[in-house]
């Protein structure tokens, strides 16, 4: 489950880009819409106390019901007084969100703040014990669950009653021999095991494997016969240029840019699903190195490639946005890949790119310097 931040500041709306950019955050939450209802309009609860300088954001309605959630901060007044306030302004920036019945009370309206047992809680350590104890596990590994319905009557009524010890609960563990547990230690590596009950229906009885384990296996290998291409391999690798044209793709491969993490393995035979052991980087999605090509085959984040695509401009692109750089690199070298220095590689093939675009009319007043599409096919002297 991933959420972007919603948070309160201080601050002017067109600073929210950088904002978020920098997680320059007064208050924040990442599960501010978790169990909520994200097919219809949602019903906010801005709080503000004048007095305190407190302001807390929350759902109102039935989504309040299901996430209770409240994102809070108090200012100081030589950060923000709120005793000055005078008027509310909603701003989407450049985005349209559609935004009705906006009303500003001084109480809170009942019929949007409905009452529930906040503190209503359900004993599921019974339940966990059961699930516990009800799986066996064989020599070969596997876990076989099986149904008795005495222990469903036990686990039933232990959510009412004290949980039970973990003296009773070893009463019911036998322990292995040393032969035992030498094959047990080789089989699933456990020093104490419940005792094996009969194999069930759908395991194999030649084998005696569950076929949950069985199935797994072939998905592995499925996914490994299509780590390779059999295509010959570009020899400017992720750096070519041409990678994404039809004519090319059909005569060399390239590496993925998701490596082994790509989930659309089977479709791309013209990849090569290279296994890509690099570390998590510790900032993840609130890294500010996410532009860094270098840092991104280094090291990796939620969602995001491992290689970026390489910009048609290569140097000489001149977008230095987040957005484009997030996406695409301009000949810089990975550690892992290695450029091909040779006189038929991408550099001797890159297309001269003040030739092939057009002059714009309004040359350095254009307002679309920033657009990638526009950039593509226009120069701006």
């Known amino acids: 489950y991933h959420e972007e931040y919603s948070y309160l500041n201080s601050g002017r709306p067109y600073q929210h880009y950088n904002d978020v950019h920098l997680a320059h955050f007064k208050a924040k939450s990442n599960c501010f819409y978790r169990g909520c209802n994200t097919d219809d309009f949602f019903t906010f609860c801005l709080k503000i106390t004048h007095k305190t300088g407190e302001i807390s954001l929350s759902h109102a309605g ?4 299901y996430n209770h959630e409240k994102i809070h901060y108090q200012f100081k007044k030589s950060e923000l007084d709120l005793s000055r306030l005078n008027y509310v302004h909603i701003s989407a920036g450049n985005q349209d969100v559609p935004v009705r019945n906006l009303t500003i009370n001084h109480e809170p309206m009942l019929e949007l703040h409905p009452n529930f047992d906040k503190d209503f809680k359900i004993d599921t350590s019974g339940l966990i014990r059961k699930r516990r104890t009800s799986f066996h596990h064989t020599t070969s590994g596997a876990a076989v669950r099986t149904q008795d319905m005495r222990k469903d009557k036990a686990a039933s009524k232990s959510n009412i009653k004290p949980a039970m010890s973990t003296d009773n609960q070893s009463m019911a563990i036998e322990k292995p021999s040393f032969f035992r547990r030498i094959a047990l230690t080789l089989g699933c590596s456990a020093g104490n095991v419940i005792v094996p009950s009969p194999k069930p229906s759908g395991s194999d009885s030649s084998t005696g494997h569950d076929s949950r384990s069985d199935s797994s296996t072939l998905n592995s290998q ?84 491992d ?23 301009h000949g810089e070298e990975l550690p892992s890949k290695k450029k091909n220095n040779t006189s038929t590689t991408l550099q001797d093939r890159a297309p001269p790119t003040t030739a092939r675009l057009f002059p714009c009319k309004y040359g350095d007043q254009c307002r679309s310097k920033k657009d990638p599409k526009h950039i593509a096919k226009y120069s701006h002297p």
């Open 62 to 65: 039935p989504n309040g019901i």
């Open 222 to 305: 499925n996914r490994s016969n299509h780590s390779q291409s059999k295509l010959p391999p570009c020899l400017d690798s992720i750096y070519c240029l041409n990678q994404y044209s039809k004519d090319h793709m059909e005569k060399y491969s390239h590496p993925c840019r998701f490596n082994e993490a790509c989930r659309n393995q089977n479709t791309e035979p013209h990849l090569v699903h290279e296994r890509h052991d690099a570390p998590m980087c510790s900032d993840d999605r609130d890294c500010v190195e996410r532009t860094n090509p270098v840092h991104r085959a280094q090291y990796r984040h939620t969602n995001l490639p």
């Open 307 to 329: 290689y970026l695509i390489p910009c048609r401009n290569q140097a000489s692109c001149r977008d230095t946005s987040d957005d484009h750089r997030k996406k695409y690199f």
